[in-house]
């Protein structure tokens, strides 16, 4: 998929903008070439006609008015008519031909424009880091989506052609009329300039208010979708009507905009139509002037007023054109800012392979030390280090805000730590820099189960098999089994087959959990990171849990490394060792007893927890 070019930017909402489009019209260029024939052959099918219609009027109609006292003359020029008549039959009948091939090629081209440049927003926005939606809201995203293609398929796949067509015939017409009447013509192109340079001047403020519509719509997309996100919430402190007013305030500022918008679209509207009109009749009257005067004939001064007509017409239609085409430059400027925000995230160049000792994955964080860029003030941690060896279970305890979350962000490489590259200090997998790996590699080798389980809007069976997409049904069943899932899933009313609503809400928390859990025991990662995984489940739940958990962790025992936050510090009693983090930094860490008998930090969060 072709991505947007670095060029130099143009101005804000400038038609220029629209270049962006090429290397997504570069593909297609051989279907663009053949519409460009068809078009411009449609456009000189449209300027053939006032042509036949003078050759009409002077040799068919004249011709007939002369041999009407006489037969033969009579049939002669019938028959005369009925060939210009047939002439004018042939050119419709091509416009038509032509005109349908055109609109087809060029709907189908905008459509698979939209398609094209749909995927390759969407792909890139997937490739993000997490860093980008710390301030990029998703209802924005999904407005850029949505919206903003929506007026770049009305550019490339109506309003462009049109533009061209009728420049094509605004350049056909002025020609044709400087051929046939020159001196007339200079008075024309005089009064054109008059009419294009006020329309440019309020195009500028068309292209503005453009731009500011398009991100208001926005704004409240981005309101929307984070509201009914989190409706349960929002009718439990009874916001309902809050909220709307929220977003009435939103759509009544979009409401506004567009409306300016709108208003001073219509002055240029307004504009074009009334000085085209003055332009047609000005056309008009000089050539009945010059009839009466017998210095042009009947057939020339209608061929002269359709040409006018052509004129006048092409130019009103290049005013509209041109304020869908500022539109679609505001779109195009939005949707080519999400093309160009590159990832602080991403595979380097020429990566190295991950080392397969063939014990499984040895993790190690040297010195690390990370802040999130959306806090540049606040460590989140420091000085932090830590081996995790194959077959290892080591447990992460400590308050909220201790760092715990983040080391999981870290080793999936979510982010990347502070410390510079090539100095000795990060995070390795298997003595490999992480960042020295490609990024699908990294992440290949890991299994997650978050504390907020992610059920997607699929069946069970599909959203299970998310962690390995090749699982037969009897690995999927078996990896249920392995999370205590294939009881209720069976009992479901389509079995494995049920579609779960979206975010899973025909599920209790406890059954979302298992299914994650089951999805992660599917991948068979070499290091799994549990978030809290039983954080959901009640006490019989998560003592099953828990123990296919430990199951699994005994079958892969020597190849998978376990990393486990935890707040009850019951679930972890039996990890290998447990580290506790205090502000971003290790305070103390080894097995459950040695903690305890330290009577540090440990040993007063279980005396809390327990003493409850």
Same mark, same amino acid.
């Given at each position: 998929?072709?991505?947007?070019?670095?060029?130099?930017?143009?101005?804000?909402?400038?038609?220029?903008?629209?270049?962006?489009?090429?290397?997504?019209?570069?593909?297609?260029?051989? &279907?663009?070439?053949?519409?460009?024939?068809?078009?411009?052959?449609?456009?000189?099918?449209?300027?053939?006609?006032?042509?036949?219609?003078?050759?009409?009027?002077?040799?068919?109609?004249?011709?007939?008015?002369?041999?009407?006292?006489?037969?033969?003359?009579?049939?002669?020029?019938?028959?005369?008519?009925?060939?210009?008549?047939?002439?004018?039959?042939?050119?419709?009948?091509?416009?038509?031909?032509?005109?349908?091939?055109?609109?087809?090629?060029?709907?189908?081209?905008?459509?698979?424009?939209?398609?094209?440049?749909?995927?390759? #927003?969407?792909?890139?926005?997937?490739?993000?880091?997490?860093?980008?939606?710390?301030?990029?809201?998703?209802?924005?995203?999904?407005?850029?989506?949505?919206?903003?293609?929506?007026? #770049?398929?009305?550019?490339?796949?109506?309003?462009?052609?049109?533009?061209?067509?009728?420049?094509?015939?605004?350049?056909?017409?002025?020609?044709?009329?400087?051929?046939?009447?020159?001196?007339?013509?200079?008075?024309?192109?005089?009064?054109?300039?008059? *009419?294009?340079?006020?329309?440019?001047?309020?195009?500028?403020?068309?292209? &503005?208010?453009?731009?500011?519509?398009?991100?208001?719509?926005?704004?409240?997309?981005?309101?929307?979708?984070?509201?009914?996100?989190? #409706?349960? #919430?929002?009718?439990?402190?009874?916001?309902?009507?809050?909220?709307?007013?929220?977003?009435?305030?939103?759509?009544?500022?979009?409401?506004?905009?567009?409306?300016?918008?709108?208003?001073?679209?219509?002055?240029?509207?307004?504009?074009?139509?009334?000085?085209?009109?003055?332009?047609?009749?000005?056309?008009?009257?000089?050539?009945?002037?010059?009839?009466?005067?017998?210095?042009?004939?009947?057939?020339?001064?209608?061929?002269?007023?359709?040409?006018?007509?052509?004129?006048?017409?092409?130019?009103?239609?290049?005013?509209?054109?041109?304020?869908?085409?500022?539109?679609?430059?505001?779109?195009?400027?939005?949707?080519?800012?999400?093309?160009?925000?590159?990832?602080?995230?991403?595979?380097?160049?020429?990566?190295?392979?991950?080392?397969?000792?063939?014990?499984?994955?040895?993790? &190690?964080?040297?010195?690390?030390?990370?802040?999130?860029?959306?806090?540049?003030?606040?460590?989140?941690?420091?000085?932090?280090?830590?081996?995790?060896?194959?077959?290892?279970?080591?447990?992460?305890?400590?308050?909220?805000?201790?760092?715990?979350?983040?080391?999981?962000?870290?080793?999936?490489?979510?982010?990347? *730590?502070?410390?510079?590259?090539?100095?000795?200090?990060?995070?390795?997998?298997?003595?490999?820099?992480?960042?020295?790996?490609?990024?699908?590699?990294?992440?290949?080798?890991?299994?997650?189960?978050?504390?907020?389980?992610?059920?997607?809007?699929?069946?069970?069976?599909?959203?299970?098999?998310?962690?390995?997409?090749?699982?037969?049904?009897?690995?999927?069943?078996?990896?249920?089994?392995?999370?205590?899932?294939?009881?209720?899933?069976?009992?479901?009313?389509?079995?494995?087959?049920?579609?779960?609503?979206?975010?899973?809400?025909?599920?209790?928390?406890?059954?979302?959990?298992?299914?994650?859990?089951?999805?992660?025991?599917?991948?068979?990662?070499?290091?799994?990171?549990?978030?809290?995984?039983?954080?959901?489940?009640?006490?019989?739940?998560?003592?099953?849990?828990?123990?296919?958990?430990?199951?699994?962790?005994?079958?892969?025992?020597?190849?998978?490394?376990?990393?486990?936050?935890?707040?009850?510090?019951?679930?972890?009693?039996?990890?290998?060792?447990? *580290? *506790?983090?205090?502000?971003?930094?290790?305070?103390?860490?080894?097995?459950?007893?040695?903690?305890?008998?330290?009577?540090?930090?440990?040993?007063?969060?279980?005396?809390?927890?327990?003493?409850?």
């Amino acid at each position: 998929m072709a991505s947007s070019p670095s060029a130099s930017t143009p101005a804000r909402g400038a038609p220029r903008s629209l270049t962006g489009l090429l290397p997504f019209l570069r593909p297609y260029r051989w &279907r663009i070439a053949v519409a460009g024939l068809f078009l411009l052959l449609a456009a000189l099918a449209t300027l053939a006609f006032p042509w036949a219609l003078r050759t009409l009027i002077d040799t068919g109609l004249g011709a007939g008015s002369a041999g009407a006292g006489n037969a033969d003359n009579a049939g002669a020029a019938t028959l005369a008519l009925r060939q210009h008549f047939g002439l004018l039959l042939a050119i419709a009948v091509a416009l038509g031909i032509f005109s349908a091939a055109r609109f087809y090629l060029v709907s189908w081209l905008g459509e698979r424009v939209t398609a094209d440049l749909r995927n390759a #927003v969407y792909a890139h926005v997937l490739q993000q880091s997490p860093q980008f939606f710390e301030t990029t809201q998703t209802g924005e995203v999904l407005s850029r989506l949505t919206t903003d293609t929506t007026l #770049v398929q009305t550019v490339v796949g109506s309003s462009l052609s049109m533009g061209l067509r009728n420049a094509v015939m605004a350049v056909g017409a002025l020609a044709m009329l400087v051929w046939t009447n020159p001196r007339a013509m200079a008075i024309v192109l005089l009064m054109l300039v008059l *009419v294009v340079l006020p329309g440019m001047w309020i195009g500028r403020r068309v292209r &503005r208010l453009s731009r500011a519509s398009q991100d208001r719509v926005a704004d409240s997309s981005a309101l929307a979708a984070e509201v009914i996100n989190a #409706v349960s #919430v929002v009718q439990s402190y009874t916001a309902e009507p809050r909220e709307a007013t929220r977003f009435a305030q939103a759509t009544q500022a979009a409401f506004d905009t567009a409306v300016r918008r709108t208003r001073t679209r219509a002055l240029l509207v307004a504009f074009i139509i009334i000085a085209n009109a003055a332009l047609l009749l000005w056309g008009l009257y000089q050539g009945t002037q010059a009839v009466l005067a017998g210095q042009t004939s009947a057939g020339h001064l209608g061929q002269t007023v359709l040409y006018v007509m052509l004129l006048a017409g092409a130019v009103a239609v290049l005013g509209e054109v041109y304020g869908d085409l500022l539109r679609a430059a505001g779109a195009t400027e939005r949707l080519m800012e999400l093309l160009d925000s590159a990832s602080p995230v991403a595979s380097p160049a020429q990566p190295r392979a991950l080392p397969d000792t063939g014990r499984g994955l040895a993790v &190690r964080l040297n010195a690390v030390d990370f802040h999130y860029p959306s806090r540049p003030g606040h460590m989140a941690l420091h000085n932090v280090t830590l081996a995790l060896e194959p077959g290892e279970t080591v447990a992460l305890v400590g308050t909220s805000g201790a760092g715990k979350t983040t080391v999981f962000q870290l080793l999936q490489r979510f982010y990347d *730590v502070d410390n510079a590259p090539g100095s000795g200090q990060g995070i390795y997998l298997n003595g490999v820099d992480v960042r020295e790996l490609a990024l699908p590699e990294v992440r290949r080798q890991i299994g997650t189960v978050p504390q907020d389980a992610v059920i997607f809007s699929a069946s069970a069976l599909d959203n299970i098999r998310y962690g390995r997409p090749d699982a037969t049904d009897a690995e999927v069943i078996a990896a249920a089994k392995e999370a205590f899932a294939h009881d209720f899933l069976q009992a479901l009313p389509e079995g494995y087959a049920t579609f779960l609503g979206e975010r899973g809400v025909r599920l209790s928390g406890g059954q979302r959990q298992r299914i994650a859990i089951a999805r992660a025991l599917l991948k068979n990662p070499l290091l799994l990171l549990l978030d809290e995984a039983t954080s959901a489940l009640d006490a019989e739940s998560e003592r099953m849990v828990q123990a296919a958990l430990d199951a699994a962790l005994q079958r892969h025992s020597g190849l998978r490394t376990t990393l486990v936050i935890a707040h009850r510090l019951a679930t972890v009693q039996n990890a290998d060792r447990i *580290v *506790v983090l205090e502000h971003g930094r290790i305070v103390e860490q080894g097995s459950h007893a040695q903690l305890l008998a330290r009577g540090g930090v440990y040993a007063r969060l279980a005396a809390l927890q327990w003493a409850t």
